[in-house]
């Protein structure tokens, strides 16, 4: 079955740009979660979506950073003003009755900032 | 502050050599304990997870973790590595905040395994 989608795979964009990275979860999957994943520094929580509840963006790293999930589906991940500290990949996963559940990650985002 | 430690950042090891992966993490409640891993040039893969029962939990590949309550810690094993079990390996714990379960990783570690 299809597993957890992002796009672009792939991104480039100039400091100060804004940039969306999109995660499509599996089909039933009610957790989303976003992470950032540097070179050289591990896994980072961003923000982590239940159900139709409140998210929990404890981990956003700045107000420029902001996400969004429609209809208990799709996520959108935004990053205003881009910066360069802002390069690394951004991997979605989604699970299951939430973090209880083994998680499905996605192939990630690769961004650049330029 | 809820976190998950993992001491070793790189580890280089001999095929045969036996493996053991520390992780300690920082929360008073229940938790649930996983072992993820990541291929070079793949996306992350469980490779095992504890809920509860028996402490010592196998998972795929010759894998084990024990858990270990009193200390806090989820350390990974393998008796006997290959050069296939080269990659970056990551410990998670979901932890109860704010209403939810939530899941943080540790900073990972890179395997490199040597023929």
């Known amino acids: 079955g299809a597993g957890v989608s992002q796009s672009p795979s792939n991104k480039v964009t100039e400091k100060g740009k804004d940039v969306e990275l999109r995660c499509d979860p599996i089909?039933?999957?009610?957790?989303l979660y976003w992470y950032r994943q540097s070179l050289g520094q591990g896994l980072e929580f961003l923000i982590y979506?239940?159900?139709?509840?409140?998210?929990?963006k404890s981990g956003l790293p700045s107000d420029r950073f902001s996400a969004e999930r429609t209809g208990g589906s799709v996520s959108t991940l935004t990053i205003q003003r881009t910066q360069q500290e802002d390069s690394a990949v951004y991997l979605c996963?989604?699970?299951?009755?939430?973090?209880?559940?083994?998680?499905?990650f996605g192939n990630g985002t690769r961004l650049t900032v330029t | 502050a809820q976190s998950v430690s993992q001491h070793n950042h790189h580890v280089i090891l001999s095929e045969a050599a036996s493996l053991e992966l520390g992780c300690n993490y920082s929360?008073?409640?229940?938790?649930?304990l996983f072992w993820y891993v990541q291929y070079p040039g793949q996306h992350l893969q469980l490779l095992l997870k504890?809920?509860?029962?028996?402490?010592l939990v196998k998972g795929i590949k010759g894998f084990e973790a024990e858990f270990i309550k009193s200390k806090f810690s989820f350390n990974l094993r393998k008796p006997s590595v290959q050069w296939s079990d080269t990659a970056e390996y990551f410990c998670?714990?979901?932890?109860?905040?704010?209403?939810?379960?939530?899941?943080?990783f540790g900073a990972g570690t890179r395997l490199a395994v040597h023929p």
């Open positions: 996963a989604s699970s299951q009755r939430g973090s209880n559940s083994p998680l499905h």
């Open positions: 089909s039933g999957h009610t957790a």
């Open positions: 979506f239940q159900g139709n509840s409140a998210p929990d």
């Open positions: 929360y008073g409640g229940t938790v649930n």
């Open positions: 504890y809920f509860s029962g028996d402490p």
């Open positions: 998670a714990v979901t932890m109860f905040s704010g209403g939810y379960n939530k899941l943080i």
